[in-house]
T-cell receptor, first 116, second 113 residues
Framework: GAGVSQSPRYKVAKRGQDVALRCDPI?????LFWYQQALGQGPEFLTY????????KSGLPSDRFFAERPEGSVSTLKIQRTQQEDSAVYLC??????????????FGSGTRLTVV | SQKIEQNSEALNIQEGKTATLTCNYT??????LQWYRQDPGRGPVFLLL?????KEKRKERLKVTFDTTLKQSLFHITASQPADSATYLC????????????FGKGNQVVVIP
């Protein structure tokens, strides 16, 4: 598609529930990133994929967070046993791989997760 | 550890004037720096990238400077318009590799008609 698509746009989960957030990157973009953005803050890195390989997951806050991109296109971020501190906007971005100095990301509109 | 600082106070500016935002960073020399615009309820939108060997970059009414000695970037919006009202984020490639970016908290701009 023309842009990065994320679904759902809004998700309300009861504490302890598992959630799955989907990201459809721009076709041909091999790099895919997940970021978490709390209210009034900048995006914080969670994890990075190059094609289907998860090359960096150092930003995942706990082992309740899991991400996959099995065929190198669509990615899913899963949060198990959600807690209130997981409430945030989850942003997905894709980009061309770096060459001489980096490229801008294209972000989706995000999924706003509220844990009650 | 690396740190990116943007002014937390909103910048209120009269339409037609130049808005100037500052991004300061510490403890690292990035290869490039990027600026994004974010509107409420939307993801950030890429505006400009400037490399460490570039002093200045322009795109339409936007201008970015990069001073690696001061560890600072300035972002200018000339002839500002109400439609420029948004939050502007700076981002750096802190030494993570993998094209990973670290973002500042953002600086809100409000252009008053």
């Amino acid at each position: 598609g023309a842009g990065v698509s994320q679904s759902p746009r809004y998700k309300v989960a009861k504490r302890g529930q598992d959630v799955a957030l989907r990201c459809d990157p721009i076709s041909g973009h091999v790099s895919l990133f997940w970021y978490q953005q709390a209210l009034g803050q900048g995006p914080e890195f969670l994890t990075y994929f190059q094609n289907e390989a998860q090359l960096d997951k150092s930003g995942l806050p706990s082992d309740r967070f899991f991400a996959e991109r099995p065929e190198g296109s669509v990615s899913t971020l899963k949060i198990q046993r959600t807690q209130q501190e997981d409430s945030a906007v989850y942003l997905c971005a894709s980009s061309l791989p770096p060459s001489t100095g980096g490229f801008g990301y294209t972000f989706g509109s995000g999924t706003r997760l509220t844990v009650v | 550890s690396q740190k990116i600082e943007q002014n937390s106070e909103a910048l209120n500016i009269q339409e037609g004037k130049t808005a100037t935002l500052t991004c300061n960073y510490t403890n690292y020399s990035p290869a490039y720096l990027q600026w994004y615009r974010q509107d409420p309820g939307r993801g950030p939108v890429f505006l400009l990238l400037i490399r460490e060997n570039e002093k200045e970059k322009r795109k339409e009414r936007l201008k970015v400077t990069f001073d690696t000695t001061l560890k600072q970037s300035l972002f200018h919006i000339t002839a500002s318009q109400p439609a420029d009202s948004a939050t502007y984020l700076c981002a750096l490639d802190f030494p993570y590799g993998n094209n990973r970016l670290a973002f500042g908290k953002g600086n809100q701009v409000v252009v008053i008609p």
